[in-house]
C-alpha cells in the first residue's frame, strides 16, 4: 500500500451477480456521536479536492467489451426465437421486417453502448483519494462526480466473477448508510490496497471524533 500512499501524498506525481465470485469486505462502527448535517454524500461534491486522480486499468475496456457481446447475443437469440414462435399467429410481411428491425435496434445499441460507451466511460472514469472524502468520477454520455466524506463510510468491500478474475481485475464497493457506490477496473492487488487505506482514513477521523 505504500506505492499508493506516496502517490497520492506527493504533489510532484501526477460490471446482476457472478456466480463463483470472490469478496472480502471492511466494515466499520460508526461512534456514538450526532449525525453529521450532510444528507447524502453528493451534498459535498462542491468541495475541491487537489489530489492526483487515477484512472482504471485498461483491461476493464476488454471486460465491458465481451459484456457488451454476451448481452446482445442473448438479446438476438431472444429475438429469433419470438419471430419464430409469433410466425404461425402474425401476417409474415410484419414478422419479415420486425425480426430485422429489432436485430438492427440491437446492433445500434451495441455500438453506441458498448464500443464507444465503454471508450467514453473508461477514458472520464477516476478516482481520487481526498484528505476528508472518497471522490469517484464516472459516467459515458452523463458523467457525474460523487465525494464520499470518510466519516459516512460504513462498509468497504472488493469483489470479482470469473470475467474480473481472468483479467486480474476487481471491483470496490464503498457503502454509506443510505446508498453505496462501486468502482470497478481495479487491479487486484489495488483494489485491496484502496479498500485497506480508505479504512485506514476512516479509522483515523473516527478516533478524532
Request: hydrophobic share 35%.
Amino acid at each position: 500500500m505504500s506505492h499508493l500512499n506516496n502517490s497520492i501524498d506527493s504533489s510532484q506525481k501526477k460490471t446482476p451477480e457472478e456466480k463463483g465470485s470472490t469478496q472480502e469486505s471492511f466494515s466499520f462502527q460508526q461512534p456514538h456521536t450526532p449525525k453529521p448535517q450532510t444528507d447524502t454524500a453528493d451534498s459535498l461534491a462542491c468541495c475541491p479536492c487537489d489530489q492526483v486522480a487515477f484512472k482504471l486499468d485498461p483491461d476493464i475496456k476488454k471486460v465491458w467489451y465481451i459484456r457488451g457481446i454476451v448481452n446482445c447475443l442473448i438479446a438476438s437469440i431472444i429475438v429469433s426465437g419470438l419471430a419464430y414462435f409469433i410466425g404461425d399467429y402474425v401476417p409474415s410481411p410484419i414478422t419479415n421486417y420486425l425480426e430485422p428491425l429489432l436485430d438492427g435496434l440491437i446492433l445500434l445499441y451495441f455500438v453506441l453502448n458498448t464500443l464507444i460507451g465503454s471508450h467514453l466511460q473508461y477514458k472520464f472514469s477516476s478516482y481520487v483519494i481526498c484528505e476528508d472524502a472518497f471522490e469517484i468520477k464516472r459516467g459515458a454520455f452523463l458523467r457525474r462526480t460523487t465525494l464520499i466524506p470518510y466519516r459516512r463510510i460504513q462498509h468497504t468491500q472488493h469483489k470479482q466473477g470469473p470475467l474480473m478474475k481472468h483479467f486480474g481485475l476487481k471491483e470496490l464497493t464503498v457503502a454509506t448508510a443510505s446508498s453505496s457506490f462501486t468502482l470497478d477496473g481495479l487491479k487486484e492487488d489495488r483494489a485491496r490496497e484502496l479498500a485497506e487505506l480508505v479504512a485506514s482514513k476512516v479509522e483515523a477521523i473516527r478516533e478524532d471524533v
